[in-house]
DNA sequence: TTGTACGCGTTATCAA
DNA sequence: TTGATAACGCGTACAA
């Protein structure tokens, strides 16, 4: 037989269908022969449970989704195991949605309709909230408010939409992004550049935090965005602080003024994550956000809002989490 | 009024509980008329359909899982986006669902059960079939066969179990590695090692056929489980070739062998991906797996499974794809 | 063109 | 301790 269910089991058994549901779910007020009975033979018939009757019924599908919005090759899935894992610790199971901005586009015709369609179903009771990692300002907004609209329990968790009055779980990227300056000036640097293009909150406290560091030490920094297409380093520096959210973004600004950056003492600074050997730098300074906090407060504050409805007030709406870790590389070869 | 319904569109529009049903779903036999209005009122009242009992009465969610096991860092989010913009063409959509293998152990005293759950959840009604990534042989054999014997629809992607009669879609790695140590012995190699001690049929077949390659090029290869403790490079050896599947696993060998590897000429081997310089190699060469096509047939066998269900034979078990691209890396700064 | 009625698999409330 | 029954929200033959 394809898939029993409770009624089949029920059939078997020879009892009511309620009696069975009773059973299976360890109700207390099922006499023990009964309950082993019918646990056996849901055993041997290889029943299980239907969800989504389950949450029909109830309402409910204590199901989270963390909806990623990918631009570059995005962050690792270690971040998303994270969330999956504090989820799960709750008695929650969380769903990862993903969107790549980037390619795809051209391909299908479809890259936006992707995105839009996730968002969609998070309010079609698949879910019961969403952690969403969103990327472009322009159509988030537009897209996000109808969730905000629709009452799905949500949280913005690293970067977030400013207009939305939705929760926000970040780390706190100015203050972070000020003290990863301070770390790669103290290498003796004179000159730094400051690699922060993409337009989100995001990129803009870290390019805020880092400029405002690096003026108080009286170090010169240009920003990506005042860099002129033939820009070129000043000579007579010579060791030089390069700052940037990725390693990948780093090295193909590195590729691209080989001639000028080569034999210069040049320091990084990035957040997150580098694989491999600091070169071209002599020192990779790494900012390292706490995945974990960041997941258990993000779930945290999710589930809070599941559980108690309309309480809109008593939760601040931005939550910092401080850096895990400021972690150096240096050159082992040469 | 909190989450209209079918019903509620019905007495409001003063229709039946179908023709909205109808009308919503295009059915071109309302009155266009009544489709007007049934859906400005559903508009005007935020109507959004309930996925739970439309796949609960049509008896399939149109929902895909991608379930990954992850080790180490794992890899980044956009593999998995590829699928899902892959699935999305094809009227699915996918949802990725993460272990962490490494971590979270001891700290909830359930990694296992969480694995356990995601796959349970897998027979549950959640979706109609799931491509897997298992990570660990001993036990994923017996949870997965779990799976099997429920029917649920299901495809390994890139690495898989042998022992279960489940269609797998990888890279022919054999080949791959072959090609790769070939592409590395071209830089004047005289010595090789073969870093893939992981105990799975991908990196057997890595190591196996990197290992025939060099055999045949008479270039001397260790595998790294014959590598004693304190294993030294031959002193006279000066140009070594060192292969393996991910950068970090390359990179923390060489800080190991820092001593030895110093003043080497290496060339570098690994799958997928690199971030920043080759250094401490000269040359990386980077086998490339084709992502999208992977993820293309995945999605496709596993469709077929669904939609035909019962052709146990003619898809052929093992499908493989061939490396989208070899990328050579050369240090550009010294 | 629209309405009736039943089924999807489960949970919950009441009554027995 | 168990059974009957009504939701949960939607799809769909079948009838009107």
Same mark, same amino acid.
């Given at each position: 037989?394809?898939?029993?269910?409770?009624?089949?089991?029920?059939?078997?058994?020879?009892?009511?269908?309620?009696?069975?549901?009773?059973?299976?779910?360890?109700?207390?007020?099922?006499?023990?022969?009964?309950?082993?009975?019918?646990?056996?033979?849901?055993?041997?018939?290889?029943?299980?449970?239907?969800?989504?009757?389950?949450?029909?019924?109830?309402?409910?599908?204590?199901?989270?989704?963390?909806?990623?919005?990918?631009?570059?090759?995005?962050?690792? /899935?270690?971040? +998303? !195991?994270?969330?999956?894992?504090?989820?799960?610790?709750? %008695?929650? =199971? #969380?769903?990862?949605? &993903?969107?790549?901005?980037?390619?795809?586009?051209?391909?299908?015709?479809?890259?936006?309709?992707?995105?839009?369609?996730?968002?969609?179903?998070?309010?079609?009771? /698949?879910?019961? +909230? !969403?952690?969403?990692?969103?990327?472009?300002?322009?159509? %988030?907004? =537009? #897209?996000?408010?109808? &969730?905000?609209?629709?009452?799905?329990?949500?949280?913005?968790?690293?970067?977030?939409?400013?207009?939305?009055?939705?929760?926000?779980?970040?780390?706190?990227?100015?203050?972070?992004?000020?003290?990863?300056?301070?770390?790669?000036?103290?290498?003796?640097?004179?000159?730094?550049?400051?690699?922060?293009?993409?337009?989100?909150?995001?990129?803009?406290?870290?390019?805020?935090?880092?400029?405002?560091?690096?003026?108080?030490?009286?170090?010169?920094?240009?920003?990506?965005?005042?860099?002129?297409?033939?820009?070129?380093?000043?000579?007579?520096?010579?060791?030089?602080?390069?700052?940037?959210?990725?390693?990948?973004?780093?090295?193909?600004?590195?590729?691209?003024?080989?001639?000028?950056?080569?034999?210069?003492?040049?320091?990084?600074?990035?957040?997150?994550?580098?694989?491999?050997?600091?070169?071209?730098?002599?020192?990779?300074?790494?900012?390292?956000?706490?995945?974990?906090?960041?997941?258990?407060?993000?779930?945290?504050?999710?589930?809070?809002?599941?559980?108690?409805?309309?309480?809109?007030?008593?939760?601040?709406?931005?939550?910092?989490?401080?850096?895990?870790?400021?972690?150096?590389?240096?050159?082992?070869?040469?």
């Amino acid at each position: 037989m394809a898939k029993p269910t409770l009624n089949d089991l029920a059939k078997v058994c020879e009892v009511d269908i309620s009696t069975v549901s009773r059973a299976l779910r360890g109700d207390p007020r099922v006499k023990a022969s009964s309950r082993q009975r019918i646990r056996e033979t849901a055993e041997r018939l290889g029943y299980r449970p239907n969800l989504l009757a389950r949450n029909l019924a109830g309402g409910k599908t204590r199901a989270l989704w963390i909806i990623y919005a990918l631009t570059g090759r995005g962050p690792r /899935l270690s971040s +998303g !195991a994270a969330a999956s894992h504090v989820a799960n610790a709750r %008695d929650y =199971s #969380l769903f990862v949605a &993903l969107h790549d901005c980037d390619n795809y586009g051209a391909l299908e015709g479809h890259s936006i309709a992707h995105y839009e369609q996730i968002l969609e179903q998070a309010s079609q009771g /698949l879910t019961d +909230g !969403a952690i969403i990692l969103p990327r472009r300002h322009e159509s %988030d907004v =537009s #897209l996000l408010s109808d &969730l905000v609209r629709q009452n799905v329990p949500m949280v913005f968790a690293d970067n977030y939409v400013p207009e939305l009055p939705v929760p926000v779980v970040s780390t706190d990227n100015h203050q972070a992004a000020a003290e990863l300056a301070r770390r790669c000036a103290a290498f003796d640097v004179e000159e730094a550049i400051l690699l922060f293009p993409e337009p989100n909150p995001v990129a803009r406290a870290r390019l805020a935090g880092a400029g405002e560091a690096f003026q108080q030490l009286g170090i010169p920094a240009l920003n990506r965005s005042e860099l002129s297409d033939n820009w070129k380093p000043s000579k007579k520096r010579t060791r030089m602080a390069i700052l940037s959210s990725h390693q990948d973004y780093l090295h193909r600004f590195a590729l691209r003024q080989e001639a000028f950056l080569k034999n210069k003492g040049l320091i990084f600074g990035v957040f997150d994550d580098w694989s491999g050997e600091p070169s071209p730098a002599e020192n990779v300074i790494i900012a390292v956000q706490d995945n974990q906090e960041l997941a258990r407060q993000s779930v945290d504050i999710l589930i809070r809002q599941i559980e108690k409805p309309k309480n809109l007030s008593p939760t601040p709406l931005h939550h910092t989490v401080p850096i895990a870790e400021f972690r150096t590389l240096s050159q082992r070869f040469t």
